[in-house]
C-alpha cells in the first residue's frame, strides 16, 4: 500500500491570525529546501479571488502560497470557494466553477455534501508533491459550526491530517486564546494538534517565555517557536478587506482615491499603487467624503455590482465621482466599478441580486447585460493608448457594450475590452491584475505625471524569501517536518 503524503494543517484561534502568510513563508522555506510542496485550503470566504491555470477560481492566498511554492496555481488547491453578496448569502465555486449561491444557513446544511470534492482534491494534489500545506479557515472554536465541518478539524480527521496551532499576539488575549481553544476540542481533535506557534510579536520575545510554559500547562502542545512582526509581509496580497489599512500612504500629494465598496473584490489590484513612493493611496470608507484633491478616483471590484451601486449612492459617493469628473479628474472602473460607470445595468434574471435594470453612474456611454455565465480567464495584451503589455485576469458576470467601447482601454489578443469617454478622462476594463506589471503600471502613471521606479513583482519575490528567512529563524522546521511526516506513520482508520 503506498504510503501518504506528508501533510500539515495550520489552523488558528481566530480569523487573520496569519494562517495564510505563515503557510506561504513555510512554502518557500520548504522548496528552498528541494521538496515539492502544494498548498491547500479544504473551505475559504473571500472575495479576493485569483484565476487558477484550469480557468476556476481559488481564493487569491492559494494563488500567492502557490506562487511560494514555485508551483502554478490550481483549482485543487482550494476546491470549495465562498464569495459573500450580502450579510447572510454567498456565491459558493466548486473546484473552480459555480456550483451555487446559498444562504449561510442553507450552506451550513448542505456543507458535508462537498466533503467528497474536497479530499478529491486534497488526493489529486498529493499524488505529485513531497508535502501538503493545509491551512484552516477561522477557528476550530467555532463549534457552533462544527456539524458536517470541512474546512478544520473536519477535514483534519477525514484527511487524517495532522495540526499546529496558531496564535496571534498582536491582538492580546493569546494565551486564552489557546487554552480555551484546547476547552472547547473534543478529545479526538485535541490529540490531532502537535503543538503551537505565537505569530505577529513585537518586542522582547524572551518576555513571553512564561507565557509559552504556561501555553503548553494548560493544553499539553509544545511551543514550536514565536514569530516576530515582519513589516516585509505588508508586500503581499491581503486576502480580507479589514487589511485595507494597511496601505502604503506617503508624503505625495499625487492622491488616488478608492471608495471601498460594502462587497468589494479583488482589491489586491490597487496594492502596487499603494506601494508607489509617488502616490497616496486613500481607501474612503463608508461616512467619509472623497477627496476633493483627488487626482483619480477608482472604482475596484465588486461582488455584488448591483448592490454596491445602492451602497456607492447611500453613501453620496456617486455625487463625489460626478463633480470629481466635472473639476476634470480622472475616473478608472475595474470589472463592477466598470459596470457601474455606464449608463444601466440590466439583470433580467437576478444573477446578480433582484432581477431589473438600474441606472449606472452615467459617465461612460456603456450598458451592461448580467448573465450567468461567468468569465474566469487569464489574459495578456495591451493597453491601447500606450502600448505596454499587460497581463492579468477576467472574472465577471455580464457584457458591457456601447458607443465609448469603441475607444477600449485593452486590447486582449486582438479582442477589444473596456472602454473610455470622448475626453479620454473616464476608463474602464474587465482586467484585473493590471497594475502588477511594471510596464502598464509606469505607462498609467506617467500619464499623471508621477514617475514609477517601483519593481513590483521582484518585491513579491523578495518578500517571500524574507518570510522564509524569517520562518527558518524563528520556527523549528524540522520538528514541523517531523509532524508533517507523522501522517505516513498513522492510518486513516486510526484517526
Not at 447585460?369 to 500606450?386: E, F, I, N, Y
Amino acid at each position: 500500500m503506498e504510503r501518504p503524503t506528508p501533510a500539515l494543517m495550520i489552523q488558528a484561534t481566530g480569523s487573520n491570525a496569519g494562517k495564510s502568510t505563515v503557510v506561504a513563508g513555510l512554502a518557500r522555506a520548504l522548496v528552498r529546501r528541494g521538496l515539492k510542496v502544494a498548498p491547500f485550503k479544504p473551505q475559504n470566504m473571500s472575495n479576493n479571488a485569483a484565476v487558477a491555470v484550469e480557468g476556476g477560481e481559488i481564493g487569491r492566498a492559494q494563488a500567492v502560497q502557490a506562487r511560494a511554492a514555485r508551483m502554478p496555481p490550481s483549482v485543487h488547491m482550494n476546491p470549495v470557494l465562498l464569495k459573500p453578496e450580502t450579510d447572510t448569502g454567498a456565491q459558493i465555486v466548486v473546484q473552480g466553477k459555480r456550483w451555487g449561491n446559498l444562504r449561510a444557513r442553507n450552506y451550513i446544511e448542505k456543507k458535508a455534501t462537498l466533503l467528497p470534492e474536497v479530499l478529491a482534491s486534497f488526493a489529486h494534489l498529493a499524488r505529485d508533491a513531497d508535502i501538503i500545506l493545509v491551512e484552516g479557515a477561522g477557528s476550530p472554536a467555532e463549534i457552533n459550526l462544527r456539524a458536517g465541518d470541512i474546512a478544520n478539524m473536519g477535514f483534519a480527521a477525514a484527511a487524517n491530517v495532522p495540526v499546529v496551532m496558531l496564535g496571534d499576539i498582536d491582538r492580546g488575549g493569546v494565551i486564552a486564546g489557546l487554552a480555551g481553544t484546547h476547552l472547547v476540542l473534543e478529545p479526538d481533535e485535541r490529540a490531532r494538534i502537535h503543538g503551537f506557534i505565537i505569530n505577529k510579536f513585537r518586542g522582547d520575545a524572551g518576555l513571553f517565555d512564561q507565557g509559552l510554559t504556561a501555553i503548553t500547562q494548560f493544553t499539553g502542545w509544545p511551543s514550536l517557536g514565536v514569530v516576530p512582526w515582519l513589516p516585509q509581509a505588508a508586500w503581499l496580497p491581503a486576502e480580507d478587506a479589514v487589511d485595507l489599512d494597511r496601505a502604503h500612504d506617503s508624503s505625495s500629494t499625487r492622491v488616488i482615491a478608492v471608495p471601498v465598496l460594502a462587497r468589494i473584490a479583488n482589491f489586491d489590484d490597487l496594492d502596487p499603487l499603494g506601494m508607489e513612493p509617488g502616490v497616496k493611496l486613500v481607501f474612503i470608507k463608508p461616512g467619509e467624503a472623497i477627496p476633493g484633491n483627488a487626482d483619480v478616483v477608482i472604482l475596484p471590484g465588486s461582488k455584488s455590482t448591483i448592490g454596491d451601486l445602492a451602497f456607492l449612492r447611500a453613501q453620496g459617493w456617486d455625487i463625489d465621482i460626478k463633480a470629481h469628473a466635472r473639476r476634470g479628474g480622472r475616473v478608472l472602473g475595474l470589472c463592477g466599478g466598470y459596470q457601474m460607470l455606464g449608463k444601466t445595468i440590466a439583470d433580467p434574471d437576478g444573477v446578480d441580486g433582484r432581477a431589473g435594470t438600474v441606472e449606472g453612474l452615467g459617465l461612460l456611454d456603456i450598458a451592461t447585460v448580467m448573465s450567468a455565465d461567468k468569465s474566469t480567464t487569464l489574459v495578456a495584451g495591451t493597453h491601447c493608448a500606450t502600448g505596454a503589455a499587460i497581463e492579468g485576469y477576467e472574472i465577471h458576470l455580464g457584457r458591457s457594450d456601447g458607443a465609448d467601447c469603441a475607444r477600449p482601454m485593452i486590447a486582449i489578443e486582438g479582442r477589444p475590452d473596456g472602454a473610455i469617454s470622448a475626453d479620454g478622462r473616464v476608463q474602464g476594463t474587465y482586467v484585473h491584475g493590471l497594475f502588477t506589471g511594471d510596464a502598464f503600471r509606469r505607462a498609467w502613471l506617467a500619464n499623471l505625471g508621477i514617475a514609477s521606479s517601483l519593481a513590483y513583482d521582484s518585491g513579491i519575490e523578495s518578500a517571500l524569501d524574507a518570510l522564509a528567512d524569517h520562518l527558518e529563524a524563528h520556527l523549528d522546521i524540522d520538528r514541523i517536518l517531523k509532524i508533517a511526516r507523522s501522517r505516513q506513520t498513522t492510518s486513516a482508520s486510526a484517526a
